[in-house]
């Protein structure tokens, strides 16, 4: 069965702190690697992809391991806006000639004032 | 605005009934998903369609049947046999990039 482990969670920090998500990944075929947030009750939005030789958008910093199967979000400067649930996503071959994303169940983060 | 609509937000049926929620793009994406989400867990993946007049069965599609008549729509419909219907139903379609997919706001079906 191909998965995606996530960090259990939840993780409750207060404003201003760092902190760094990781997640797994079982196929080793997976192509394509991505963040979403997901508000309480709402759709899943598109954070960020992730780039095999790392990248950054602002206060946040994705890095993909691939020999490991291994990637992980750090979130600085913790906002009260950034409380969400935080998926980690693959896109592997799934056969007949399609991709598939396979979604990890979330970390849950609350950001406290 | 490009993006994807599904209506209704909300929706109750009684058991035994058949219901069919709509999904609607404006991004000229080819491929379309249907997904599930329960409480606690990740998004499951119900049936996707690469291209019009296409579909495919995804993880969990027993008890549910779609259509893609048109690039803009994937209507999904959950019938009598989905035994636990109840749950936040998403849609979405993916980007030419890195396939990428962007969602929907969903449905939330209540069966009773």
């Known amino acids: 069965r191909k998965e995606v482990e996530q960090d259990p969670g939840p993780f409750n920090v207060p404003e201003g702190a760092t902190v760094a998500f990781n997640c797994t990944y079982s196929?080793?075929?997976?192509?394509?690697f991505f963040w979403y947030r997901q508000d309480c009750r709402k759709e899943p939005k598109l954070l960020m992809s992730?780039?095999?030789s790392g990248n950054e958008d602002g206060r946040f910093t994705a890095q993909l391991n691939r020999a490991s199967q291994y990637i992980s979000l750090l979130i600085r400067d913790s906002k009260l806006s950034d409380s969400a649930t935080y998926l980690c996503?693959?896109?592997?071959?799934?056969?007949?000639?399609?991709?598939?994303?396979?979604f990890g169940k979330g970390t849950k983060l609350s950001v406290i004032p | 605005d490009g993006g994807i609509t599904q209506s209704p937000k909300y929706l109750f049926r009684k058991e035994g009934q058949n219901v069919t929620l709509s999904c609607e793009q404006n991004?000229?994406?080819?491929?379309m998903y249907w997904y599930r989400q329960d409480p606690g867990q990740g998004l499951r993946l119900i049936y996707y369609s690469q291209i019009v007049n296409d579909f495919q069965k995804g993880d969990i599609a027993e008890g549910y049947s779609v259509s893609r008549e048109k690039k803009e729509s994937f209507p999904l419909t959950v019938t009598s046999a989905q035994k636990n219907p109840t749950a936040f139903y998403l849609c979405a379609s993916r980007g030419d990039r890195r396939g990428e997919q962007y969602f929907g706001p969903g449905t939330r079906l209540t069966v009773t």
């Open positions: 992730v780039y095999s």
């Open positions: 196929n080793s075929a997976s192509q394509s």
């Open positions: 991004l000229n994406h080819d491929a």
């Open positions: 996503v693959v896109n592997g071959y799934s056969g007949a000639g399609s991709y598939q994303l396979t």
